[in-house]
């Protein structure tokens, strides 16, 4: 009986982070985290470390099925990663150091925020438009949003996704496809980052919730990713909306049941 709640929370929170981070670049432990907490009673810590390992797989295949469709700009991704990654180990140390849930509802919020945006005011930017910004002024802006969101990952496990992708669209200026397989891309190396450092400190994880969360999570990610890059900019626009809509209303639940 302890094997099938398991298997029906991990295969939740895996649907709900795959579809987050194949739609909208989402960082896996937004929703995997409180679901392991509240439902297997399972150390925060130790929890934030399972999402970001099953991150690392379900950004990586969506990171590359948006690149088989021409929608990521590793360039300008590389150097916004450097700041991400050098930052996420810096963020991974201080959540050590503190209550686990010091800044998790900064996360949810945001995602439910940003839910409402992408449906009331879609992201319609051209790749044309993309190439009229300034190359200094984009990369100078990556670095240092690169430090807050690789901080802001690396403390919550969660947000980071969220950050990136509403950076990329609102202040980059990118359009929505290429943001979200941007965002995947530099989340893959992320989400690495930030599970090594949380079992180099808090030791190895449960292995059968690990393995199951690492592949719903994959699973899900890829479907949302195939669809999202056959879908057109209105559509993906709502459909993340709805999405990310959704889960954030979900969190605050298991927040509340916590």
């Given at each position: ?9 991990t ?14 670049g ?26 970001l390992s ?15 469709s ?6 300008n991704g590389?150097?916004?990663m450097?700041?991400?990654l050098?930052f996420?180990?810096?963020g ?8 686990s849930?010091?800044?998790?509802g ?6 439910f ?9 879609p ?10 910004v ?14 807050l969101?690789?901080f802001?990952?690396g ?9 990136m ?15 979200v397989?941007?965002s995947?891309?530099?989340?893959t ?13 808090g030791g ?17 990610a ?10 057109s ?5 709502r459909?993340t909306?709805?999405?990310l ?13 916590a």
């Amino acid at each position: 009986m302890e094997f099938v709640i398991t298997l029906l929370v991990t295969f939740f929170a895996g649907m709900g982070a795959g579809l987050g981070t194949g739609f909208a670049g989402m960082s896996a432990a937004a929703v995997i985290s409180p679901m392991l907490i509240t439902f297997l009673s399972m150390d925060p810590y130790m929890a934030v470390g399972i999402a970001l390992s099953s991150d690392v797989l379900a950004s990586a295949v969506s990171a590359y099925t948006y690149g088989k469709s021409k929608n990521l700009d590793i360039r300008n991704g590389l150097i916004m990663m450097v700041s991400v990654l050098a930052f996420t180990v810096v963020g991974s140390y201080a959540a050590s150091l503190v209550p686990s849930t010091t800044m998790g509802g900064f996360s949810v919020f945001m995602t439910f925020l940003l839910g409402v945006k992408f449906i009331v005011r879609p992201v319609m930017t051209t790749k044309e438009a993309m190439a009229g910004v300034s190359a200094k002024k984009r990369a100078v802006q990556s670095v240092l949003c690169g430090v807050l969101i690789g901080f802001i990952c690396g403390f919550i496990g969660a947000g980071g996704g969220m950050m990136m992708l509403l950076i990329l669209t609102s202040v980059l200026g990118y359009e929505l496809k290429t943001a979200v397989g941007t965002s995947v891309f530099i989340m893959t190396f992320t989400a690495l980052t930030g599970a090594v450092s949380h079992f180099a400190i808090g030791g190895a994880p449960d292995w059968t919730v690990f393995a199951l969360c690492v592949l719903f999570t994959l699973v899900w990610a890829r479907v949302a990713a195939v669809f999202a890059n056959k879908a057109s900019p209105k559509t993906l626009n709502r459909a993340t909306g709805v999405v990310l809509v959704i889960l954030g209303v979900v969190i605050m639940l298991f927040n509340v049941l916590a």
